[in-house]
Structure formats: structure tokens, C-alpha cells
């Protein structure tokens, strides 16, 4: 209560320095005050109405008793402060922000309380699914990975031991057929040595049957000189050395021709029967050097077919071994992201939690505030039986008061 002049009062009521509302870490004062209406002569004020509030929920701080000045009680000339308008705009300012700020306070909390249901339900989740179950569902899976991997490698180990002894097979083969080609080399190249050796004995005949073709020409020769020259032999004599030396010339010549034919004959068989060994010698070598290379082209294939399967069984297990680094790696990444999770969902209910506490103490708060309000409303009516309408002054004060209530 101040005096501004001679015969008017002002009067000022703080409900900033009284009345202190923490709302969402906010705070703010109503500051008013009325004078006479209408020339009345009676005065009121409004103090330190209810104290500041320090120290959160709970009024540490406890409730300040209404002071009244009993000097208000006397009557005196009351005018209108000029500022209240002013006051008021400012009071109606203030109102206006702090509602801005306690609707975003309350969408927040809604917010918060949809992103708790969800978290609560994810957690749900995770709790019906146990600890381990991602961990076995995964370790099923790579056991069955890992089974058809070494049935795989069992199959292609069996393929690879067939294979072997199919090799091992094949290279007896060629060893055998080389034997035999070896073989055939000795015996065609013995035929060729007979046939030089029958060859000399043809020629060796040959030459001898020209030397009795000589020596029969030159006894004929003889015998005809004998003849023509009248050695004086009798016809007898030369009859019979004529019929002898024919008789041995034709033996000769018999006998001559007889083992040349015979030899001939026996050359010819031999050549014919090396032929016909030579020709199937050629044909079977033939045949065993398309074996040989029919081998060669069959082992080629083998190798590459091994070295393949070789190649396929150190990719599987490197696909494997991938494979179990990943499923590892995002096995650690999936604890590592519940973790967090739990983490997360932990420190939303702890804000949770802390809303809730503010807004309980909010809710306390308010009533405590309703309830003075109502008090000193009901206290200035009793005390001031003028027309002054303290309701109309403590409008924005109480329609804050219901805007807090019905957002609650």
C-alpha cells in the first residue's frame, strides 16, 4: 500500500511476489491493483499472498499468513491507479506465453507417454523372446549351414577318392599297353634282323646258282671244243662224258633251282607272316597311341576336375568362414543394439517417472493454490461489502488456473 497524493491511495497487490507457480521450470507473477470504484471511500489490499514458493513440490518453504492493515479498514478517498491497464496487459502477456509453454510441456509429456508405450512394448517383445533366442535361432541356423557344408565336402571326398583310383586304373592301363607296345617294338625289330639274315641266305644262293650256271657253260663249252676238234676219243667216250656231265649239270641245275625255290618259298612265307605281324603291329600301335592319348586327355580332365573341386571346397569354406564373421558380427551388433535399447527404454521411464512427479506436484500445487484463492476471494467479499468485483480482477488468474486443470 503506497500514498501517491493528498487524498488518493494507490493500492498494489503482487501475486508475483505472492503468488510464485512453478510450472515446468517456469515462473511467473500476476501483479494488480485496484483502487476506489466510483469514489468509495473504502480500500483494500492484497499482500504477500501465500508466500513464494521455493523448493519445488512440497512447500519446504510453508504457507505465509495473510497480513491485513487494519488502517484499510478506515474509510478514505480511493482512485484508480493509472497503470493497471497497463498491468494488466502485461499480466494477460505473460498468461498467454505461459500457456504457450505449459501446452508444449503437455504435448511433450504425451509424447513421452507414446514413446514409453511403444519401449514397453518393444521390451515385451524382448522379454517373450528370451535372452537367447536370437543367439539359438542364429546358432540353428549356422549348424545346418554348416552341416550341408561338410556333407559337401564328404560328397566331393568320395568324388575325389573314385577319381584317384579311376587315375591309379587309367595309369595301369597305359603302363601295360606301353609294355606291350614295347613288346611289339622287340618283336618287329627281331623280323626285321631275320628277314636281313634270310636275305644274305637268298643272296649267298643266288650267287652260288650263278657259279654252276657258269660252271655248266664252261663244260659245255669244253665238250663242244672236244668235239669239234677230233681229240680222237671214240663216240662212246664222248657220249658218256657228255651224258655224265649233262647228268650233273642237271642235278646241279636241279638241285639249284629245287633249294632256291625252297628258299624262296620259305623267304616269301617268312615276309608274309612279318607282314601280316608288321600290319598288326602298326594297327595295335596305332590303337594303343589313341589309348595313350585318349589317357592323357581323360588324366587332363582329372586334374582339372580335382584342382576344381579343390578350388570349390577352399571357396566354401572361405564363404563359411564369411559367413560366421558376419552372423557374428551382426549377432554382436544386435546385443550391442538391445543394450542400447534397454539403455534407452531405462532412461525414458527414469524422464518418465520425473514427469509424472512434477506433474503430481503440479497437480498439488494447483489445488493448494485453488484452495487459497477461493479463501481470500471469499475473505475480500466478506471484508469489502463495496462493488469492487475481485473476481473480474483475478479473471486471468483463475482461467489459467482451469486451462492447467483441463490439460491436466
Same mark, same amino acid.
Not at 74 to 85: E, F, G, L, M
Not at 120 to 142: A, C, H, M, Y
Not at 300 to 310: F, P, S
Not at 354 to 362: Q, V
Given at each position: ?16 511476489? /505472492? ?7 517456469? /515462473? ?14 473504502? /480500500? ?365
Amino acid at each position: 500500500l503506497s500514498s501517491t497524493a493528498p487524498g488518493r491511495i494507490s493500492m498494489g497487490g503482487s501475486y508475483g511476489g /505472492g503468488y510464485g507457480c512453478r510450472i515446468g521450470g517456469f /515462473g511467473g507473477g500476476y501483479g494488480g491493483g485496484f483502487g476506489s470504484i466510483g469514489g468509495g471511500v473504502i /480500500g483494500g489490499g492484497i499482500g504477500s499472498f501465500g508466500g513464494p514458493v521455493r523448493g519445488g513440490p512440497g512447500f519446504p518453504g510453508g504457507i505465509q499468513p495473510v497480513q491485513v492493515d487494519p488502517t484499510l479498514l478506515r474509510p478514505v478517498h480511493v482512485d484508480i491507479d493509472p497503470q493497471i491497464q497497463q498491468v494488466k496487459c502485461q499480466e494477460k502477456e505473460q498468461i498467454k506465453t505461459l500457456n504457450n509453454q505449459f501446452a508444449s510441456f503437455i504435448d511433450k509429456v504425451r509424447f513421452l507417454e507414446q514413446q514409453n508405450k511403444v519401449l514397453s512394448t518393444k521390451w515385451e517383445l524382448l522379454q517373450q523372446q528370451g535372452p537367447s533366442g536370437p543367439r539359438k535361432n542364429l546358432d540353428v541356423i549356422f549348424e545346418n549351414y554348416i552341416q550341408n557344408l561338410r556333407r559337401r565336402l564328404e560328397s566331393l571326398l568320395g568324388q575325389r577318392g573314385q577319381l584317384e583310383s579311376e587315375l591309379q586304373n587309367m595309369r595301369q592301363y597305359v603302363e601295360e599297353y606301353k609294355t606291350k607296345y614295347e613288346e611289339e617294338i622287340n618283336r618287329r625289330t627281331a623280323a626285321e634282323n631275320e628277314f636281313v639274315v634270310l636275305k644274305k641266305d637268298v643272296d649267298c644262293a643266288y650267287m652260288t646258282k650263278v657259279e654252276l650256271e657258269a660252271k655248266v657253260g664252261a663244260l659245255t663249252d669244253e665238250i663242244n671244243f672236244l668235239r669239234y676238234t677230233g681229240v680222237g676219243l671214240a663216240a662212246h667216250v664222248d657220249l658218256e662224258v657228255r651224258r655224265q656231265y649233262e647228268q650233273i649239270a642237271q642235278n646241279s641245275r636241279a638241285e639249284a633251282e629245287a633249294w632256291y625255290q625252297s628258299r624262296y618259298e620259305e623267304l616269301q612265307n617268312t615276309a608274309g607272316r612279318h607282314g601280316d605281324s608288321l600290319r598288326h603291329t602298326k594297327i595295335e600301335i596305332q590303337e594303343l597311341t589313341r589309348n595313350v592319348q585318349r589317357l592323357r586327355a581323360e588324366i587332363e580332365n582329372v586334374k582339372k576336375q580335382n584342382h576344381q573341386l579343390q578350388a570349390a571346397i577352399a571357396e566354401a569354406e572361405e564363404r563359411g568362414e564369411m559367413a560366421l564373421k558376419d552372423a557374428r558380427r551382426k549377432l554382436e551388433e544386435l546385443e550391442c543394439a538391445l543394450s542400447k535399447d534397454k539403455e534407452e527404454l531405462a532412461r525414458l521411464l527414469k524422464e518418465y517417472q520425473e514427469l509424472l512427479n512434477i506433474k503430481i506436484a503440479l497437480d498439488v500445487e494447483i489445488a493448494m493454490y485453488r484452495k487459497l484463492l477461493e479463501g481470500e476471494e471469499n475473505r475480500l467479499c466478506v471484508d469489502n461489502p463495496s462493488n469492487v468485483n475481485v473476481c473480474e480482477y483475478l479473471y486471468t488468474v483463475f482461467s489459467a488456473e482451469w486451462l492447467l486443470a483441463w490439460v491436466s
